[in-house]
């Protein structure tokens, strides 16, 4: 089974732009919509709506609540998900490829 939530989670997950540097998700659920298990890279993630999930990663969770245009920074990841709100999510994700043209650093963008 593909860890990749677009393969994975295709009812929630749409690429919405791709390069050789980034792919852009755009992630859309309602309330009580649950994920399957899946991975992200290093990310930068905008919240485009308000929202509360509930995050399992093994046999731990933990609930997060985001205010409607959010961006921060999302380190590598596995987890499953569940929108445990009274409201739709409605997120992109900026996923980094390995490697930079430019062998710059990162800076993280947003709240941590």
């Given at each position: 089974m593909s860890l990749d939530p677009v393969e994975s989670n295709p009812q929630h997950y749409a690429v919405v732009f791709e390069n050789d540097r980034v792919r852009v998700l755009e992630y859309t659920d309602r309330p009580g919509d649950r994920t399957t298990p899946h991975e992200h890279p290093d990310s930068v993630m905008h919240t485009?709506?308000?929202?509360?999930?509930?995050?399992?990663?093994?046999?731990?969770?933990?609930?997060?609540?985001?205010?409607?245009?959010?961006?921060?920074?999302?380190?590598?990841?596995?987890?499953?998900?569940?929108?445990?709100?009274?409201?739709?999510?409605?997120?992109?994700?900026?996923?980094?490829?390995?490697g930079s043209a430019t062998g710059g650093a990162m800076v993280s963008l947003g709240p941590e």
């Open positions: 485009l709506s308000a929202f509360r999930r509930r995050l399992h990663s093994g046999d731990a969770h933990r609930d997060v609540e985001m205010p409607a245009g959010l961006t921060g920074w999302l380190p590598a990841q596995q987890h499953a998900g569940e929108n445990i709100g009274d409201t739709p999510t409605h997120v992109l994700f900026v996923e980094l490829k390995e």
